[in-house]
């Protein structure tokens, strides 16, 4: 059985910093591409960064600079690290795990709301 365990959501004020953690269990953790993604109220689901097995990042535009991935294969964890959060950051946050011609998983999700 696959689970993506997303943890370290929660509020903070606007230029604050989270680490988000997702644990992965029932799946080769060394041989997917790990993902953040974001969901706010009244929107679509939208990619935040991407870490590849051989850990190359992709980031969207919005978080350039100020968010960073990271994934440690021993632990079966990809972490998201967020710095100078911004009220419009606020969304839940999505763990997401792809490796091509397997199904594509995702985790609870965890809330992040950040104050002005």
């Known amino acids: 059985q696959v689970q993506l365990v997303e943890s370290g959501g929660g509020l903070v004020q606007a230029g604050g910093s989270l680490r988000l953690s997702c644990a992965a269990s029932?799946?080769?953790?060394?041989?997917?591409?790990m993902g953040w993604y974001r969901q706010a109220p009244g929107k679509q689901r939208e990619l935040v960064a991407t870490?590849?097995?051989?850990?190359?990042?992709n980031y969207a535009d919005s978080v350039k600079g100020r968010f960073t991935i990271s994934r440690d294969n021993a632990k079966n964890t990809v972490y998201l690290q967020m710095n100078s959060l911004k009220p419009d950051d606020t969304a839940v946050y999505y763990c997401?795990?792809?490796?091509?011609?397997?199904?594509?998983?995702w985790g609870q999700g965890t809330q992040v709301t950040v104050s002005s």
């Open positions: 997401n795990a792809w490796r091509a011609s397997r199904p594509n998983y």
């Open positions: 029932g799946i080769i953790f060394s041989m997917n591409v």
């Open positions: 870490i590849s097995s051989g850990g190359n990042t």
